[in-house]
C-alpha cells in the first residue's frame, strides 16, 4: 500500500480520547500541536475550529470553514525548513464530514508532521500586515479611464492580472476595452485557445485529465446505452477514485433534466443538486463533464469549469482540448459567460456569476454554511434532489465495476440491509479495507485453512465495523431526546447524523421536493429500541399537531414500536365491501427479519424485510397479511413487484392463493374514514389490473394514544 492510502492515527496521550496532532500552515516552517478529545470534536469540521482557536492570532481573520486539510507524514526537520504543499505527492485532502478517527487509525513514527493547513490567500495575519504596507505606500490613482491614463501602480495590477496577461500573451488585445475584458469579441475557437495562456497544463495521466480522454474516447457514443464508463490505461475518475464508472439511471434522467431546463427558451442557469451524503452527487458531474465533452462539436466547444471539493482549485476543459488547472479567481472572466458551464463539487466559496452552474452539496452544507444559505434564498437557483440507490442498481454497479469484485454479492446486500442504498458505505468503505487486507496476504500464507478462514472472517467484521460506524455514531447521538427530536425537524445541527438514519427520496417528478425515509428496517428498529418512554410522548403529540417533522417516517417507527410489542387487536375496514373485522396481534410475538421469504415459519410471526424497498409492503404477518404503513390518503401499489411477491409467498407454501391475502393500509385516525381502495400501477404510473387480493385500512388512533389509552380496539399506547 503506498504512503497516500496508509491510514495513520496520531499521537495518543494517556487519555484514550484525547489524539494530539503536528500541524504546519502551507509555506511556514515552525509546526504547531493541536489536541483534541475526538468523542466531543468528532469530525474534521470540528477540527478546523481547534486548529484556527490554536492559532488565533494568526487565523483571525480566518473563516475555519475555509481552512483545507491536508494528511501527510513528513519527518520534523531539525533546520524548520518552509513546508510547501505543492512539493509533497503523498497526501490526502480530507473532507469536514469525514470522521478524525475513520481517516487516522493508526499510530504514526515519532516527530511526524500529520496535517498541512492551507489558508486562503491573503487571509493570514502576515498578508493583511503586507496589504495594509502596500496600501499605504502604492496608492490607487482615484482616476478612470483607458490604459494610457492610469497612473503608475494602477497599471501595474491591470499587467499582473492573470486574465489580462493571457489575453496580451494570446495576441486577443482588442477585447480590452478601456481597461476591461470583454469576451465576447471573441468566438469559443479562440476563448478555448485563451484557455492555454490562463491556466497550467493538466499532466497526462492525471484524475481531471482522464475526463477529457475518456470523452474523446467516446466520441459520437449513445449515452442513453451505456451504463459503464471506463479510463483509459491505469487512470482514474476523480471523485470515485475508480477506473470504472457506473451510469447509474438517475445520472442520465438529470443530464436531460438540466439540457432541458438550461436550454435557451428557458431562464434557469442554476441548480443544486443534492440528496442523502454518499449517493453519488459528485461522481454525476464527472459523468456530466464526459458527456458534454464528447457529444460536443469542434466548431462550438463547450468551456467546462470543474471546482474541485472544498478548494478554490479548478480544472476548465475548452473543448477535447488538453485542460488547464488554477485558482478559480483566474477564470472568473468565464465565469461571467452564459455559455460557460460551471461545476462544483462542494465548494467552500462558490462564485454566483452568469455560467450555466451545477453545484453538488449536501444537506448539511446547504443548510449551514452562510455561502449557500445565500445562494438557496435565490429565486434563480432550483434544487434537486438526487434518490438513494436500490438493491439491484448496487448489485449493477458491484458486477461491473472492477474495483468492486473484492466485495461478494453477500456481503454488500448484508451491508445494505443494515446501512441502506448508499454506495460510499457498501462499496466504497468496505472495498478499503478489504483492498488492505489482500495487499497483506503474504504475512498469512502459511495458514492452514481453519486460520486462513478465521482471518478472512475478521476481516470481513472490520470492514462491516468500518462502513457502519457512523450509523453507529448516529444512533448514539439520538440517545438523548432532543437530539431524536433535531433529527426529525432535519435541524442544521443534526444533519451530519441524521442523514446516516433517515435517506431523503424524491417526491415529484422534478425532484424539486423529498419525503424522507428509514434508510433500512435494521436502523428503524434500533432506533425504536434505544428511544424512552417520555421521547414516544414528544412523537406522539408531534404526530397529532401541525409540526413540520416528517410525519410519514415518525409513523412508521411508532406503527412498528407497537406491533414489536404486540397484545393488540384494530379495527379493520373492508375497503371493497362490507366485510369488516380486526387484527390481533399477540404479545411479544416472534419477530424476523428476512432477506428473502422463508419456507416454514410459525403463524402470526412478525416479518419485516431488510430490504429497504421491498416489494410495497413494511411488515407481513405469516401467513397471508400484508402490512403498509402509510400517512398519505393516496398510495398506489406497483403491480410487478407486489406479483412477484405473491407468487413467493405461494411457492414457499404461506398461501395457496392470492385471494387469501389482505393487503392492510396503516393509517393514522385522521385519514381512516376516507380512506379508499387503492390502485395498482405499471412501471410508467399507469392504472392496470385489479389485483386478487383484499384491501383493509387499520386505523391508529393517536389521540388516544396521546392520552395514554390504546391506540386500537386494546394495548399499550406505546
Known amino acids: 500500500m503506498t504512503e497516500q492510502n496508509q491510514i495513520v492515527i496520531p499521537t495518543t496521550t494517556a487519555d484514550p480520547n484525547t489524539l494530539t496532532f503536528w500541524c504546519v500552515v502551507d509555506g511556514q516552517s515552525t509546526p504547531f500541536q493541536v489536541t483534541i478529545n475526538h468523542q466531543k470534536c468528532v469530525f474534521v469540521d470540528n477540527l478546523k475550529i481547534s486548529i484556527k482557536d490554536r492559532k488565533s492570532n494568526d487565523f483571525a481573520n480566518v473563516d475555519p470553514d475555509t481552512l483545507t486539510l491536508w494528511k501527510v507524514s513528513i519527518p520534523i526537520a531539525a533546520d524548520e525548513q518552509p513546508i510547501s504543499l505543492d512539493n509533497f505527492t503523498a497526501k490526502q485532502k480530507l473532507n469536514s464530514a469525514h470522521e478524525i478517527t475513520d481517516v487516522f487509525q493508526r499510530k504514526p513514527a515519532e516527530k511526524t508532521i500529520q496535517i498541512i493547513v492551507q489558508v486562503p490567500k491573503g487571509k493570514t495575519l502576515a498578508a493583511l500586515v503586507l496589504a495594509l504596507v502596500l496600501l499605504v505606500i502604492v496608492p490607487i490613482s482615484p482616476f478612470e479611464g483607458d490604459e494610457t491614463e ?10 499582473n492580472d492573470p486574465i489580462v496577461m493571457a489575453i496580451r500573451n494570446a495576441g486577443y488585445g482588442s477585447t480590452l476595452i478601456d ?10 475557437k479562440k476563448r478555448v485557445k485563451l484557455l492555454d495562456y490562463l491556466g497550467s497544463k493538466v499532466h497526462v495521466g492525471s484524475k481531471y485529465d482522464s475526463i477529457m480522454k475518456t470523452a474523446e474516447a467516446l466520441k459520437d457514443s449513445s449515452f442513453e446505452d451505456l451504463n459503464l464508463i471506463s479510463t483509459l490505461s491505469n487512470e482514474v475518475f476523480p471523485v470515485t477514485e475508480t477506473k470504472q464508472l457506473y451510469v447509474r439511471q438517475a445520472y442520465k434522467d438529470l443530464y436531460d433534466h438540466i439540457m432541458k431546463k438550461f436550454g435557451p427558451a428557458m431562464s434557469t442557469r442554476r441548480i443544486f443538486v443534492t440528496g442523502t451524503s454518499g449517493i453519488g452527487k459528485s461522481a454525476f458531474l464527472v459523468y456530466f463533464a464526459i458527456r458534454l465533452l464528447a457529444t460536443s462539436t469542434e466548431d462550438d466547444p463547450p468551456i467546462i469549469i470543474f471546482q474541485e471539493n472544498n478548494t478554490d482549485n479548478c480544472y476548465v476543459y475548452g473543448g477535447l482540448k488538453t485542460p488547464v488547472k488554477g485558482d478559480i479567481t483566474n477564470f472568473e472572466s468565464f465565469l461571467d459567460r452564459p455559455e460557460t458551464w460551471y461545476l462544483v463539487d462542494s465548494s467552500p466559496n462558490p462564485s454566483a456569476n452568469f455560467a450555466k452552474t451545477i453545484i453538488s452539496v449536501s444537506p448539511k452544507t446547504l443548510n449551514s454554511e452562510s455561502k449557500y444559505r445565500e445562494l438557496d434564498k435565490r429565486e434563480d437557483f432550483m434544487k434537486y434532489y438526487m434518490a438513494p440507490w436500490k438493491l439491484d442498481e448496487l448489485e449493477m454497479c458491484r458486477g ?9 454479492s453477500d456481503f454488500m446486500s448484508e451491508l445494505y440491509s443494515s446501512i441502506g442504498g448508499v454506495p460510499r458505505y457498501v462499496l466504497q468503505k468496505p472495498r478499503a479495507v478489504l483492498i488492505g487486507a489482500l495487499n497483506d496476504k503474504d504475512k498469512h500464507k502459511d495458514n492452514d485453512n481453519d486460520g486462513a478462514m478465521k482471518i478472512e472472517n475478521d476481516i470481513k467484521v472490520e470492514a462491516k465495523e468500518v462502513a457502519y460506524s457512523r450509523v453507529k455514531v448516529a444512533l448514539e447521538n439520538i440517545k438523548a431526546p432532543q437530539k431524536m427530536m433535531q433529527c426529525f425537524e432535519e435541524g442544521k445541527d443534526s444533519l451530519e447524523y441524521s442523514s446516516r438514519l433517515l435517506h431523503r427520496w424524491p417526491l415529484d417528478g422534478e425532484h424539486s421536493t423529498f419525503h424522507l425515509e428509514w434508510a433500512s428496517a435494521h436502523i428503524a428498529d434500533e432506533v425504536g429500541k434505544v428511544l424512552e418512554d417520555n421521547v414516544w410522548k414528544d412523537i406522539l403529540r408531534r404526530l397529532t399537531n401541525n409540526s413540520n417533522c416528517p410525519k410519514g417516517a415518525m409513523f412508521e417507527l411508532y406503527v412498528r414500536r407497537i406491533m414489536r410489542k404486540g397484545d393488540c387487536e384494530f379495527h379493520l375496514k373492508d375497503l371493497q365491501g362490507d366485510n369488516h373485522g380486526t387484527l390481533k396481534i399477540q404479545k411479544d410475538p416472534v419477530a424476523e427479519i428476512f432477506k428473502e421469504i422463508p419456507s416454514t415459519i410459525p403463524p ?15 411488515l407481513l404477518l405469516s401467513p397471508s397479511d400484508l402490512l403498509q404503513i402509510t400517512t398519505s390518503q393516496r398510495h398506489t401499489v406497483k403491480e410487478e413487484p407486489f406479483s412477484r411477491l405473491l407468487d413467493e409467498l405461494q411457492k414457499k407454501k404461506w398461501i395457496t392463493s392470492p385471494s387469501e391475502v389482505r393487503l392492510i393500509f396503516v393509517v ?18 399507469k392504472k392496470c389490473g385489479t389485483s386478487a387480493v383484499k384491501q383493509y385500512a387499520l386505523k391508529i388512533d393517536l389521540d388516544e394514544a396521546v392520552a395514554g389509552r390504546a391506540p386500537g380496539l386494546s394495548g399499550p399506547p406505546f
Open 150 to 159: 492610469m497612473s503608475p501602480p494602477k497599471k501595474i495590477c491591470l499587467e
Open 179 to 188: 481597461g476591461r475584458v470583454d469576451l465576447t469579441r471573441l468566438d469559443s
Open 400 to 408: 461491473n465495476v472492477k474495483d468492486f469484485e473484492v466485495i461478494t
Open 604 to 618: 402470526r410471526t412478525l416479518c419485516i424485510p431488510s430490504n429497504p424497498n421491498y416489494a410495497c409492503v413494511d
Open 668 to 685: 393514522p385516525s385522521d385519514k381512516f374514514e376516507a380512506f379508499s381502495a387503492q390502485n395498482f400501477v405499471d412501471k410508467t404510473r
